[in-house]
Nanobody
C-alpha cells in the first residue's frame, strides 16, 4: 500500500510563500497527483493536479497564477509551490494519488490514496 506524507506547511504572512512536499513510500511513476485543501467548516476542495506524464496540469480558479504544482520522479515526490498567499488559503492541505487517469487529470476527481495533511495558516 502506497503511503504519502506531506510537509512544508506553517504560519505565513499574507503575500508570503510556502512550498509543500508530498513524499511517497514508493514509485509515483504511474499515478496522477492531486493537491486538496479543507478549511474549517468547509468542504474539501481540489486545488491542483498533475497527470502521470506531466502534460496535463490544472488549477482551481482561486489559485491560478499563484500556485504551481510539480513532480520529481526520481524522488517520488510532488510539490505545491504557493505564492502571494491570502488568508483565505488557510486550510489543511492534502496530497492524493490515483493510477486510473493516465495522462489527464482534474482537481475535482476522486483520488484513491491520501496523505495525512499539513496545516497552512496565512495570517498577520
Amino acid at each position: 500500500q502506497l503511503q504519502l506524507a506531506e510537509s512544508g506547511g506553517g504560519l505565513v504572512q499574507p503575500g508570503g510563500s510556502l512550498k509543500l512536499s508530498c513524499v511517497a513510500s514508493g514509485s509515483l511513476d504511474f499515478y496522477s497527483i492531486g493537491w486538496f485543501r479543507q478549511a474549517p467548516g468547509k468542504e474539501r476542495e481540489g486545488v491542483s493536479c498533475i497527470s502521470i506524464n506531466g502534460d496535463s496540469i490544472k488549477y482551481v480558479d482561486s489559485v491560478k497564477g499563484r500556485f504551481t504544482i510539480s513532480r520529481n520522479f526520481d524522488k517520488n515526490t510532488a510539490y505545491l509551490h504557493m505564492d502571494s498567499l491570502k488568508p483565505e488559503d488557510t486550510a489543511v492541505y492534502y496530497c492524493a494519488v490515483d493510477p486510473r487517469y493516465g495522462n489527464i487529470c482534474e482537481p475535482h476527481w476522486e483520488y484513491a490514496t491520501w496523505g495525512q495533511g499539513t496545516q497552512v495558516t496565512v495570517s498577520s
